[in-house]
């Protein structure tokens, strides 16, 4: 009897597909359910910010990199104006710096939000757990709405401070959202953190070892859930980080559950450096005296933050006119990205979707 | 046996039925069948329509609430939607195949209805091997869904249709299993014959059997967490996604419909069907009905999706076992204690499956993890 002959099937996994967070593809090989080989297709969105910002003035860039990673808009306007800082030698007022570390950890929890959420609905909890921390991001959308009128792009750093000075209503209401959020965190953690099914799903599940986590020079959470303990905010404190007492969480086995983990305390921590400034914030300026058109002099910067994603650094280089001559991004996203072969091979196709969503990447800022 | 009436048989029964009736035998078919389609569509919007509106409160949102007064007319409103769109067959795919698939699911599920007791004796064919026509019957919507992924010419509807045809063929023999231990202790096959055993519902003394009976249900007709074949995160809609038109709409009626189906042999088997005080026996059967459904759209809101390994997993390693040593559990009991008090059993099966289940789930591995490739 002739045996039934069988061969691996190349599966399409994206551009257009419910998990793949934007335009991604993954050219998957598989044997039966088991991924045998996997290539990951990038550059569907791809728009030349990096380009289109060497024809902009130094301000004029600023609303390009809201729409890098769109889900952490205020991180990317933070990480643009230090390297512009940086670069110009421009100092800020207290007040903007105590602002911006508000905004930028308001920022993270939002991101982090959709991270977890997603990874949940990933995981094939339906839409309940994505839902209900959209619920809670909404609070933080609107926070920054008040300050910048925009609930997605905010455009709301300027270089050597902000364009308008926060509204009255804003305190309250970061007070009442920093009282309620750890009871929502909690809530959260009490349904899903010992869900037997998740556990079951997430649990050494994508391994990302230590040693290839440093190799590909991963960063954020996905470095952190490895067990490497490396925050720009601790190890390179930029703004005014180093006055603020937090801790950084970090995950022992490197898979989806301690990334999502990691995540979850990472809120917590914001929460708590929101506390702390919220009390030291001090009145004055928000902005100090900066030329309408900055003409930062010849030579190079590199500026680079703890974004929700990981480190997100600018590389500008100034020839002394009003458009930088380069602008690199060092993107988060894509370099945590990646890893994913190595990660997920010899997973089934249901792991793949869930280890691709605890990377937590925007397509945004992949493809730039 | 104290705890089982000696129900007359159910031959008995169907000679004598059809003279309640005026013109007898045929009236009581033709009858039964308009109403069982007219029940299995109305429950099935019934159905979209709680799912959507529990669904929709349980995630912290509204749910549909413009078409009609708390968004009843919901599922007319896509009814009519869909049924203009364009029936689209996919160019390489299998067009008979594909025309046929969404019948040869959906059909089924309107025959299992035919030994569905609605009340004592109102029910199209009291056969006297009602649960195993129910069984046997169910099993053929599997093909269906074969040939949906298979004539699709898709690569996501077959790895769906593959999976589906996993989980159905592992997943009946828990089911199978399960319904044997009810059976034992009604002595008859009979739908109605079951219901009329029930003084107490089988549900307190078949605790286990009930439980196997319901995941195993679950993952027959794709519930979450065991929607693997749908997956809409994973393989975006499984075996139906080259369906539009008026054949998706079968899809959609037969996954509910089998939804319906489901809670109904549960509400039959272990929840004493129609049998309860002062409302009249059709209203509790629906209300039975309707609530096992709720506990089903609970579990979809709240719980991620298990991974196919496991899926298999829980079946063959968990659910198999179990449902044989409720099996060996309740002959035993029925052979040794036929004159026991019922109470006392229920007691005894109740303890016996919390240690039954603590202690299985202890030493018992999901799942088998990474391949090596």
Known sequence: ?368 | MAIVDSAPTALGRLETLPSDWPVGFWSHWGVFTVVIIAFVLLMVMGFIWLERRGMGRMQARLGPNRAGPFGLLQPVADAIKVLLKENITPAQGDKIVHWLAPVVVFAPTLMIFAVVPFSDGALLADLNVGILYVVAISSISALGVFMAGWASSNKYSLVGAMRNIAAVVSYEIPLVVAIASVVLLTGSLSMNDIVLAQHIPFILLQPLGFLIFFISGCAEINRSPFDLMEADSELVAGFHIEYSGMRFAMFYLAEYSEAVIISAIITTLFLGGWRGPVLPPWLWFIVKVFIVFFVMVWTRTTLPRVRIDQLMALAWKFLFPLALINLFITGIELLTWPEALPWVMILVNIAITAVLVLLWSKFFKLGWGRVEV
């Not at chain 1, 977890?116 to 809670?136: K, S, W």
């Not at chain 1, 703004?239 to 995950?251: K, M, V």
């Open chain 1, 1 to 368: 009897m002739m045996a039934i002959k069988t061969e691996p099937f190349v599966l399409n996994i994206g551009p257009v597909h419910p998990s793949t967070h934007g335009v991604f593809r993954m050219r998957a090989t598989l044997d039966g359910e088991v991924i045998v080989n996997l290539e990951p297709v990038f550059g569907y969105l791809h728009r030349g910010i990096e380009k289109l910002a060497e024809e902009r003035t130094y301000t004029g860039i600023i609303p390009l990199t809201d729409r890098l990673d769109y889900l952490a808009s205020m991180s990317n306007n933070l990480a643009y104006v230090l390297a512009v800082e940086k670069l110009a030698g421009i100092s800020i007022p207290e007040r903007a710096e105590y602002l911006r570390v508000i905004i930028a950890e308001l920022q993270r929890i939002a991101s982090h939000l959709i991270a977890v959420g997603a990874f949940l609905n990933d995981c094939g909890a339906f839409f309940t757990p994505f839902l209900y921390m959209f619920r809670e991001r909404e609070k933080i959308v609107d926070l920054f709405e008040m300050l910048s009128g925009q609930r997605l792009l905010y455009n709301y750093m300027r270089i050597g401070g902000f364009t308008q000075d926060i509204p009255d209503e804003f305190l309250p209401a970061l007070d009442k959202f920093v009282k309620q959020m750890p009871s929502f965190i909690d809530e959260y953690d009490y349904l899903l953190k010992e869900n037997e099914i998740l556990l079951a799903r997430a649990k050494g599940v994508g391994i990302l070892p230590k040693e290839l986590a440093i190799n590909i020079s991963a960063s954020g959470p996905v470095l952190r859930a490895s067990g490497v303990k490396w925050d720009i905010r601790k190890v390179d404190p930029y703004s005014i980080y180093d006055r603020f007492e937090f801790d950084i969480p970090t995950g022992t086995a490197g898979d989806c559950y301690d990334r999502y983990r990691v995540r979850v305390e990472e809120m917590r921590q914001s929460l708590r450096i929101i506390r702390q400034a919220m009390e030291q914030l001090p009145a004055g300026p928000i902005r100090s005296e900066v030329p309408h058109l900055v003409r930062p002099p010849a030579g190079e910067a590199y500026g680079h933050i703890e974004a929700p994603k990981g480190e997100l650094g600018f590389y500008l280089v100034s020839d002394n006119s009003i458009a930088p001559y380069r602008c690199h991004i060092r993107a988060p996203s894509l370099l945590n990205l990646t890893a994913l072969r190595d990660m997920m091979i010899g997973w089934k196709i249901q792991d793949a979707i869930i280890i691709f969503g605890s990377i937590d990447i925007t397509m945004g800022e992949v493809d730039r």
